[in-house]
C-alpha cells in the first residue's frame, strides 16, 4: 500500500497570507490527523478528523483550520500566517479502532 | 491532561551494542496505549513499537523491545544491535484508549531523544 502522502513538501510565504496543505492518507484509512512540530514547542496536536467530522481539536487559534472530504484526503488551512507558524506539517492517518497513526513526510512551511 | 517526559536529550552508542531509552508519562487514564516513534534525517516519523497498557507482556519488535512499568509510569526502548541507520531522533507518545474507539485519537509526545550511532 502506499503510505501517506502530503503536498507540497516545502512552502515558503509572507506575513499575512493564507496556506493550504494537503494531506492524502493511507488508502482505507479514515482517520487524519495534524500535528505540527516547531523546535520551541516541539509535536503538537492540531486536530483529527474522521469520515469527515473534526472529532478532536488541539490548543490553537482560529486561524488554523481544516478539513475532509469524503475519500479521506484532508487539507488544513492557515490564514494570516505569522512567522511564528514557521514550522513541519505533519499529517497522519490511522484505521481506528487500531490506534497506530502512520505519518506523512511532511510539509516544511517557512514563513518569511 | 497526560504528559511525557524524555529526560535523555542525546545520547551516543557504538555500532552493535545496546542501548536504552527513557520515559516517562503522567496520566490518571487505566486503558491507553504507549508508543516510540523514531524521527531520522529524512523527517519521516516512523513507528517503531506499539504497547497497550492492559497487556503486561512487554511488546518486542526485532531488535526493539520496551520496558513497560504500568505502576511506575515507565516506558523505556532498548534497541540491541544498534546499526547505523538507527541514527535518529526518537519520541515517546501516548494515547488513551478512548482516542482509539474514537472519541479522540491523539498523540501526546514527548520532546525526545537525538541518538548517535557511531562506528
Known amino acids: 500500500k502506499a503510505g501517506v502522502t502530503q503536498t507540497p513538501r516545502y512552502l515558503i510565504k509572507t506575513r499575512g497570507q493564507q496556506v493550504t496543505l494537503s494531506c492524502s492518507p493511507i488508502?482505507?484509512?479514515?482517520?487524519v490527523s495534524w500535528y505540527q512540530q516547531t523546535p520551541g514547542q516541539g509535536l503538537q496536536f492540531l486536530f483529527e478528523?474522521?469520515?469527515?467530522?473534526?472529532?478532536n481539536k488541539g490548543n490553537f487559534p482560529g486561524r488554523f483550520s481544516g478539513r475532509q472530504f469524503s475519500n479521506s484526503r484532508s487539507e488544513m488551512n492557515v490564514s494570516t500566517l505569522e512567522l511564528g507558524d514557521s514550522a513541519l506539517y505533519l499529517c497522519?492517518?490511522?484505521?481506528?479502532?487500531?490506534?497506530?497513526?502512520?505519518f506523512g513526510p511532511g510539509t516544511r512551511l517557512t514563513v518569511t | 491532561a497526560q504528559t511525557v517526559t524524555q529526560s535523555q536529550p542525546e545520547m551516543s552508542v557504538q555500532e552493535a551494542e545496546t542501548v536504552t531509552l527513557s520515559c516517562t508519562y503522567d496520566?490518571?487514564?487505566?486503558?491507553?496505549?504507549l508508543f516510540w516513534y523514531k524521527q531520522p534525517p529524512s523527517r519521516q516519523m516512523i513507528l517503531v513499537i506499539r504497547?497497550?497498557?492492559?497487556?503486561?507482556q512487554n511488546a518486542t519488535e526485532n531488535r526493539f523491545s520496551v520496558n513497560f512499568q504500568k505502576a511506575a509510569k515507565s516506558f523505556s526502548l532498548k534497541i540491541s544491535d544498534s546499526q547505523l541507520g538507527d541514527t535518529a531522533m526518537y519520541f515517546c507518545?501516548?494515547?488513551?484508549?478512548?482516542?482509539?474507539?474514537?472519541?479522540?485519537?491523539?498523540?501526546?509526545f514527548g520532546t525526545g531523544t537525538r541518538l548517535q550511532v557511531t562506528l
Open positions: 507518545a501516548f494515547m488513551t484508549s478512548a482516542g482509539v474507539t474514537g472519541t479522540a485519537s491523539k498523540l501526546t
Open positions: 496520566t490518571s487514564e487505566n486503558n491507553y496505549y
Open positions: 478528523y474522521f469520515s469527515e467530522t473534526q472529532r
Open positions: 488508502s482505507g484509512h479514515r482517520s
Open positions: 504497547q497497550e497498557a492492559y497487556k503486561q
Open positions: 497522519a492517518s490511522s484505521l481506528p479502532p487500531r490506534p497506530e497513526q502512520y
